[in-house]
């Protein structure tokens, strides 16, 4: 049986020259704390501090990464605890053992350099996971989980996190937050982001209904246009008082065209009556969207958007097991036309940040790097989603670099539900940022000196600048 | 005059390390049987096996790869041999000088990395080709050919080849094919594919004798939507007597929408009558489209696709050569939508295969390999056509390894109307994916006797395993 | 402070055997004459040969790509000197310093390797530029502009400039061009370009003025559709007459429909009355589109296009600044099927030739090497604006090479309005040029003379060729 292990020069580039550079240049930042200006941890599991249970229900069912490969694979999304828990041990061990079996088939994706870096680095798991030794490995994680030392709050400080932002709803009450903030035992710092998606897109059913829990959270009447306004300012304010810095955005397109007060006033009423037309719905929501952008110039919340994501492509496993289940699909999205009414208005706006996220790898060099080279505002995202890989990082660096440098760029994020991988996400981003860096090097276009710095800012003063953190 | 000759590290990565180690994944491959589940060698070469002629009417005028790149640098198609074959032996030797007097012209493209090794591992040609020693090589070549041991089924046993499949006409007899299946000297396996397209079409002027060409074919009235479809099942059902195990698709769009039975029922009708709108005769293409998902899901026929293709570019040429001489073109085309009303129905039904190819190198990983990542029936396919070269495999690989590994792609496909090119392209795929692989061992992702693993079952159990062979 | 200093194996691949061959290869090139097909510089620069003044006003105000990023960090326009020339020595001092201090911003970017190359080769700067040294580069650039051996001409010697083609209004009257004809004293070569843009876009306010205008110029009745073809070709003639080899073409859209004789001369006449509709003054604009073509057809002249360019992006800088100043932005396009009805007619036309040129990355292997490897007419333009950087220049040749060599390419055009950075482009590309070869090289596809041999005309024979010098 093959041990496990993790190469110390994993993914840095091949060429021995340019390794050697890289892996100087990697040691500067191995062991920098961990910023994460946007995912989507729960900010309860640092507030109550509750053990995790069991690896399946730690590493396999939330995690749509792993689920959705093993779900190609023939593996049903309900033996993985998609949807509901797992009801007993055995049906956990048995999913454990799916994911340990196939690890062949897991060869080659980010899926596996990410488990086998918690595997090796976190539960000292020895041999490479089959399905003879499933169960070995999964009593010698759930011995470890029952410790004191893994719980989330023991395990923020093994990962070196200075700061964690979690994604909330507009509506939610932050009790989390202020947990921990009134803990004199924590010093950690967990904000929260202002998540609106649902409360701009008029044509969902259940749009009345959330313009009415708005208005409710923020004390304001929404059943008009201006009162539905103060009340995202309003809430805007509370996630402020609460120290969020930014706001997060995720809708069909990126189109922005401002409408007259006369028109939002009149599709905010006919949209809450349900008499609005599809197009009258679409552009409101596009007003809305332009909207955030003016107020985020008002009271400084950080804009990020991450567009063209098909949600839901399965409807029978979003019937049966709801959302975020793994089958949200990227599709082709166009940045430069869309965002021009927004530019125009706010592009230059002093102290807006706008950062751009994409699952279209071809608007780095096309359209992202261009806006960012030009709009103080604008910072072109790292990859994201589907893209938050080796290939895709460097699909990403080499898009951008020869056009706006590193400093147009937003830091690395995770974007992760599993809390247990964000050392892992960061170390692949360490490690491909060195190589990029190391290639400019070797290339003569920076010296390592300078090549350094640069990857030092990169995974700390650049998030906190661009996410005001 | 320089020797002509094949690097044994061809196409292997260019640092020492990694070329090492992709060497040693290579060795493993090298010399595997074909398996070749798509390209449009005419099984009449082998059931017939009558010998070839001369090198221009074998190895030019019927390969629009090369025909293409010797219009584009200002020879004309007629003395090529396109639309009709060269009158006489002068003729041909001016074709071969042609494409001989053009040798540095070609430096960079795969069809001189095919050719060469023809040339060389075939023909034994010694000497760069060039004006001067056109006449030799032509002389060598066709004597060669004279021989008994390169007539096609003895070629067939030189190349290894385990399974090739052709690509046939839903109403063709598949005498051929019965014929070899009859011959007791014949041992190796040929197998029809179900290529539906123009049936599909009632935009086409000679769609409504198509429809009734395959009533008759099928035996069943065709008049009505009901038997059309009675007539598609009865002759899908007919290739897979004769060994069929996929259909083969490729139209403007991959839209998929079904119409109710009452709307296909009556567009039927009124398509065949000339009465449809444009509108309807697409609706009801689309609606075909979604069925051949459907009849697959009933009679296990694996389905591949390939659209945005741009048919008879340029219409004189067309006219005077007719389709498939070299200006057929690619554009931009979307998966993730289009798809999705075919997926939402069939994408998780047990034993569906739907392998999805593309000339849109953008599509990878940005919807192909996203959908092959959560749906069990989706298999991404690789480069196909415009992109089956060095630079366009490793786009591929670099595309969607890192989110699928290597079990959800198809393994290779020739695509060749050029039987002797099947072994070079196979050679020249098998070196790249050594250098993927190597790549993954030096990235510290595999390891060598995994990557080697790996190499083995992508160039036989995987593609037999997709394609049902 | 470390020294500023240029690598001289700059740019090169990596591995040192892959490096070593492309320091070989670039060797044969590195001193080659500059032929520059396609750029901005102004006639009068050379006619005049009038003395620079300083430095910002050479290196930063006039070059967007400069006054673009320094923006993106905040800098303001007005004080780069952009709109309006900056009024006195401090303003300049503060614009250079403003530069020098971002140093560390521009790192990896393409316009520091610009910038590095002309301060080291051509002013001998010592220091990496910050903001402490900035007054001392000022005034040892400042120095030496006012040297004899700076003047433009001089500059022309020492660039080793041989032909230089510049981008003309059809209605200018070219005085520049023929003082330096009919100088005894200047033996350089400076072809203008038709450049017909905005005479073709009856949707532009000022239309019936430029119809009026080019009459005026051509001495012919435009108030027709008839006359105004007429005037177009004589301009056209008469940029022959002063040496032009070349039309330049830039729309939103490539598409080229042609209009029937009557409809056309219908639409002129109501679009100079302002009653043509929107949709018919598009039509309309194709259809000039598409007789460029055939104009070219009849005189010679290469068309180059180059669309997909949003213009003026952000409005209130437009308003203040004019345009050209560095927010003209990319966004996705098409070629195959716009092109197809100009490539029917003109397609396969004797001695036309058409240069593709993009701003979308992707269209390189997915449209525009199809293009070129069928069409005689058709030649992959080099990576331009956006793209001309060395990743750009890599993404050209890894979507094109594998499909048509390197003879169905433009060579390379640098592009630039910036007289200076001339040699550092065109040393850029042959840089990266080397470094594609060497990789063939070693990937055993081509040999290292013949490598040699195809970088030495991908320099002169070739660029010379296609733009017919």
Known sequence: MPPLRLDPDRLLPSDTATRDIARAIHAATEAAPIVSPHGHVDARLLAEDVPFTDPTSLLISPDHYVTRLLHADGVPLDTLGVGEPLGDETARRRAWRALCSRWEMLAG???????????????????????????????????????????????????????????????????????LDADP??????????????????????????????????????????????????????????????TDHSHADLESEPLSHADA?????????????????????????????????????????HPGIVRNHHRPTFERFGQDTGHDLPRRIDFVEPLRPLLERYGTHPGFHLVLFTVDPTAWAREIAPLAGFYPSVYAGVPWWFGDSPAGMERFWDGIVDQIGFTRTSGFIDDTRAYLSIPTRHDVARRIEAGVLARLVVAGRIDVEEATRIAGWLVGVQPRAVFKL
Chains 1, 2, 3 share one sequence.
């Open 265 to 305: 006033f009149r599709i905010h009423a006919d949209a809450l009556r349900g008499e609005a037309t599809a197009a009258e719905m679409v552009a409101y929501r596009r007003h809305l969207f332009a909207e955030m952008a003016r107020m985020s110039c008002d009271d400084g919340l950080v804009m990020m958007v």
């Open 109 to 179: 994706t980010v899926v596996r350099t990410w488990l086998e870096h918690q595997l090796v680095e976190l539960f000292g798991v020895e041999d490479v996971p089959n399905a003879g030794n499933a169960d070995d490995s999964y009593d010698r994680i759930a011995a470890r989980l029952a410790g004191d030392d893994f719980r989330p709050r023991a395990l923020w400080e093994r990962f070196g996190i200075d700061v964690l932002a979690t994604t909330d709803d507009p509506c939610d009450d932050l009790t989390a937050h202020a947990v």
């Open 185 to 246: 035992t924590w010093t950690g710092r967990v904000v929260p982001t202002f998540r609106p998606d649902r409360y701009l897109e008029p044509v969902r059913a259940d749009w009345p209904g959330l313009v009415q829990r708005i208005g409710t959270a923020a004390d304001v009447d929404t059943s008009t246009y201006d009162g539905f306004v103060v009340a995202l300012e309003t809430r805007r304010r509370f996630f402020i008082d609460h120290g969020a810095t930014a």
